[in-house]
């Protein structure tokens, strides 16, 4: 049987602390949590940074490395900083010699790095070792160089690795966010279905219970089945619950495809053993024949400046739609004017809050609203021409009248100055997988005593 | 006829990694349950969300009494074009629709 103790759904979300001291009394194998995911966007990857604020991150992981030492267990963080990036294990690991050294504490940690060299994904395309998944943008050696960051998801072949060490603390880059928890199981001969059911289960801590966000969770992996437990006041997992949670963030309920293979989780049972924990039998891992690992990557997609203006005037509101399109025509023909630049040179979407903003054309609902935010987004091949087209688009947002016969209006404007640069915006460019012949082919590892 | 989301417990939508999205109808009883496996069908999720019927997946879980349906994302998450970098406000097109 192998205890797995987690703490929460991913480093920077907190965790109650009354319930993890509860899961290190209860003597885990293991202490793993995730830090990171592709949910908030391709920015994190294009730029190798964090998500979470380092003085958040490096207060929940300090309390973690106190735990781990009260546990004697490894602790171990998957994707760490966001995106798992080369750039954010260091700053991981700085965080982490910095936290050790004031609780005065030494520890062996493991380092895990997951980038890819551009040239090695390449070649692999070169080579045929890399293959689409479903839905998978077009790619070329070309659009591989384009890149900022790309990095492949290790699975629990490479944790293993890392564990075997004997390490402490191991701080992963990019892994699937299951292999950190199904890794320790694995290597000692539990259930591999369960192993990697348990891992899915756990890998968004307490979402699989009521009172999701308390967090922390333990789970029992054994070598037929598992039973997870949530450990906060008051929350509870009912088989409802947790086989509930195959469906969160997942495409396909039933089927998870990790490397080296894929969970079926179809003839699954879930019991409930009493009004907090729940046993799971039934789970099947079956093996492929290849052994590959799947890639992310992120690249430039242009610069962007925004405006944002305000219109609370009825008469305005109601005919918002035809306002804002005639400020589009005469806005792109100041731009061919002024600047020479036409559709293909930039891109100028006129999204409006309180209308359409969030679903677009998919839109169903017609009813008018109090006000309407009006949101301009330029994208141009450099920050300076995504401002100056901003600037060209700040009089129509400030003075553009419905009719050529009334008083020239004036509209809100939140912000001085108007224009907002946000500088680099990146695009997900990879959803392929990449063929190994051996796990630890695309990964380094090392060990560091800090 | 009522709206979706007020004869069922939730309607929540999620990004499925980057380029998929994924929503959840929990039913909350089978007869609820029988009422939107029959009265939602996949050509008309297909049409609110305008993408090809082919490219949705279906699964109709009576032990949860859940409908979920998977699908290319509308766009790219966190393209230009993206509204919704989570996926979760596509929710409400669904949730608002009128069944029997």
Known sequence: MTRILIPSGALGLGYDAEALARGVAAKPDLIAIDGGSTDSGPSYLGRGVSKYSRAGTKAEWKGLIAARAEAGCPLVIGTAGTCGADSTVEWLYEITVEALAELGLSARIAVLKSEQPKERVADALKEGRVTPLPHAPEISADLIRSTTHIVALAGAEQIAEALETGADIVIAGRTTDTAIIAALPLMRGDHAGAAWHAAKIGECGALCATNPQSGVIQIDIDGEGFTVTPLADGAHCTPHTVSAHMLYENSDPFILYEPGGHLDVTAARYAAIDDTSVRVTGSVWVPSERYTVKLEGARVAGYQTLLLATVRDRRYVENIRAWVDDIASRHAQRVANRMGLGPEDYACELRIIGVEATLGPLETRREAPAEAGVMGIITAPTQERANEIGKLLNPFLLHHPLTREEEQPTFAFPFSPAEIDRGAIYEFCLNHVMELDDPMDAFSLEVRDA | ?100
């Open chain 2, 1 to 100: 006829m009522p709206e979706l989301g007020s004869i069922v417990e939730k309607v929540r939508s999620k990004n499925a990694g980057p380029f998929w999205l994924t929503v959840d109808i929990f039913c909350g009883s089978p007869e609820v349950y029988a009422r939107v496996v029959n009265g939602l069908s996949s050509e008309r999720v297909a049409r609110l969300f305008r993408v090809e019927e082919a490219t949705l997946k279906r699964f109709d879980i009576a032990v949860l009494h859940v409908v979920k349906f998977s699908l290319p994302r509308p766009a790219i998450q966190g393209t230009a074009h993206d509204r919704d970098m989570h996926g979760a406000g596509w929710a409400p097109l669904l949730a608002e629709v009128e069944i029997n």
